[in-house]
């Protein structure tokens, strides 16, 4: 099993729609939860992090975290073509510990 | 600011060759962290590099080895190289102890024919 699941996807929602995305993992020693956003052909860019179990809110983009269940989740708002992209989820144990990270999604957002 | 920048940007190379590529982090930034892409699959984690030592290391063969210089610039090669090389080369860099706010560069994709 590996340490980070994350549904490859496709993805396709028509414009305005609110998208779920998703990840869990197997170890319980993480403790910081991220999300990156990657255009084909470019680098990760960070979208927000989250520490420890709880819900963070950045304009259009929600991170909800459950560390109970081990289960994390990125709630994008009225999406937009723009959202078209894949998006990552990592994860650490610390902010001296590597990233992990998931598989990636890709979204498609349809006009 | 210019945020991460790596060179090249592409890169093709014959099986048993070897190669450099170069990152320079972000102002402000002495972490620098290298990660492999494969098609379709999320970034691995290969080495970290803090006060030009490597302070840690994923699971790769020795094969792969870095530098980091006083300016914090680094550099990634690879020795010997496999088809299954063939990747995109992530370099993220951040401020020590915030791996969590991490900036990546665009990458340099090696192709290994």
């Known amino acids: 099993q590996k340490e980070v699941e994350q549904d490859p996807g496709p993805l396709s929602v028509p414009e305005g729609a609110i998208v779920s995305l998703n990840c869990t993992y197997s170890n319980s020693a993480f403790q910081y939860f991220m999300w990156y956003r990657q255009y084909s052909r470019k680098g990760p860019e960070l979208l927000m992090y989250t520490y420890s179990s709880g819900n963070k809110e950045d304009g259009r983009f929600t991170a909800q975290v459950d560390k109970s269940s081990k289960y994390i989740s990125l709630f994008i708002r009225d999406s937009q073509p723009s959202d078209s992209a894949t998006y990552l989820c990592?994860?650490?144990?610390?902010?001296?510990?590597?990233?992990?990270f998931g598989k990636g999604t890709r979204l498609s957002v349809i006009a | 600011d210019a945020g991460v920048t790596q060179s090249p940007t592409h890169l093709i190379k014959t099986r048993g060759q070897q190669v450099t590529l170069r990152c320079s982090p972000k102002s402000g930034h002495d972490t620098v962290s290298w990660y492999q892409q494969a098609l379709g699959q999320g970034p691995q984690f290969i080495f970290q590099?803090?006060?030009?030592?490597?302070?840690q290391r994923g699971n790769f063969p020795d094969r792969f080895s870095g530098h980091q210089f006083p300016n914090y610039s680094s550099e990634l090669n690879v020795n010997a190289l496999l088809l299954g090389d063939s990747a995109l080369y992530l370099c993220?860099?951040?401020?020590?102890?915030?791996?969590?706010?991490?900036?990546f560069g665009q990458g340099t994709r090696l192709t290994v024919v």
């Open positions: 990592a994860m650490t144990r610390s902010g001296n510990t590597p990233l992990v």
């Open positions: 590099y803090y006060e030009e030592e490597e302070r």
């Open positions: 993220a860099s951040s401020m020590t102890g915030r791996n969590t706010e991490a900036f």
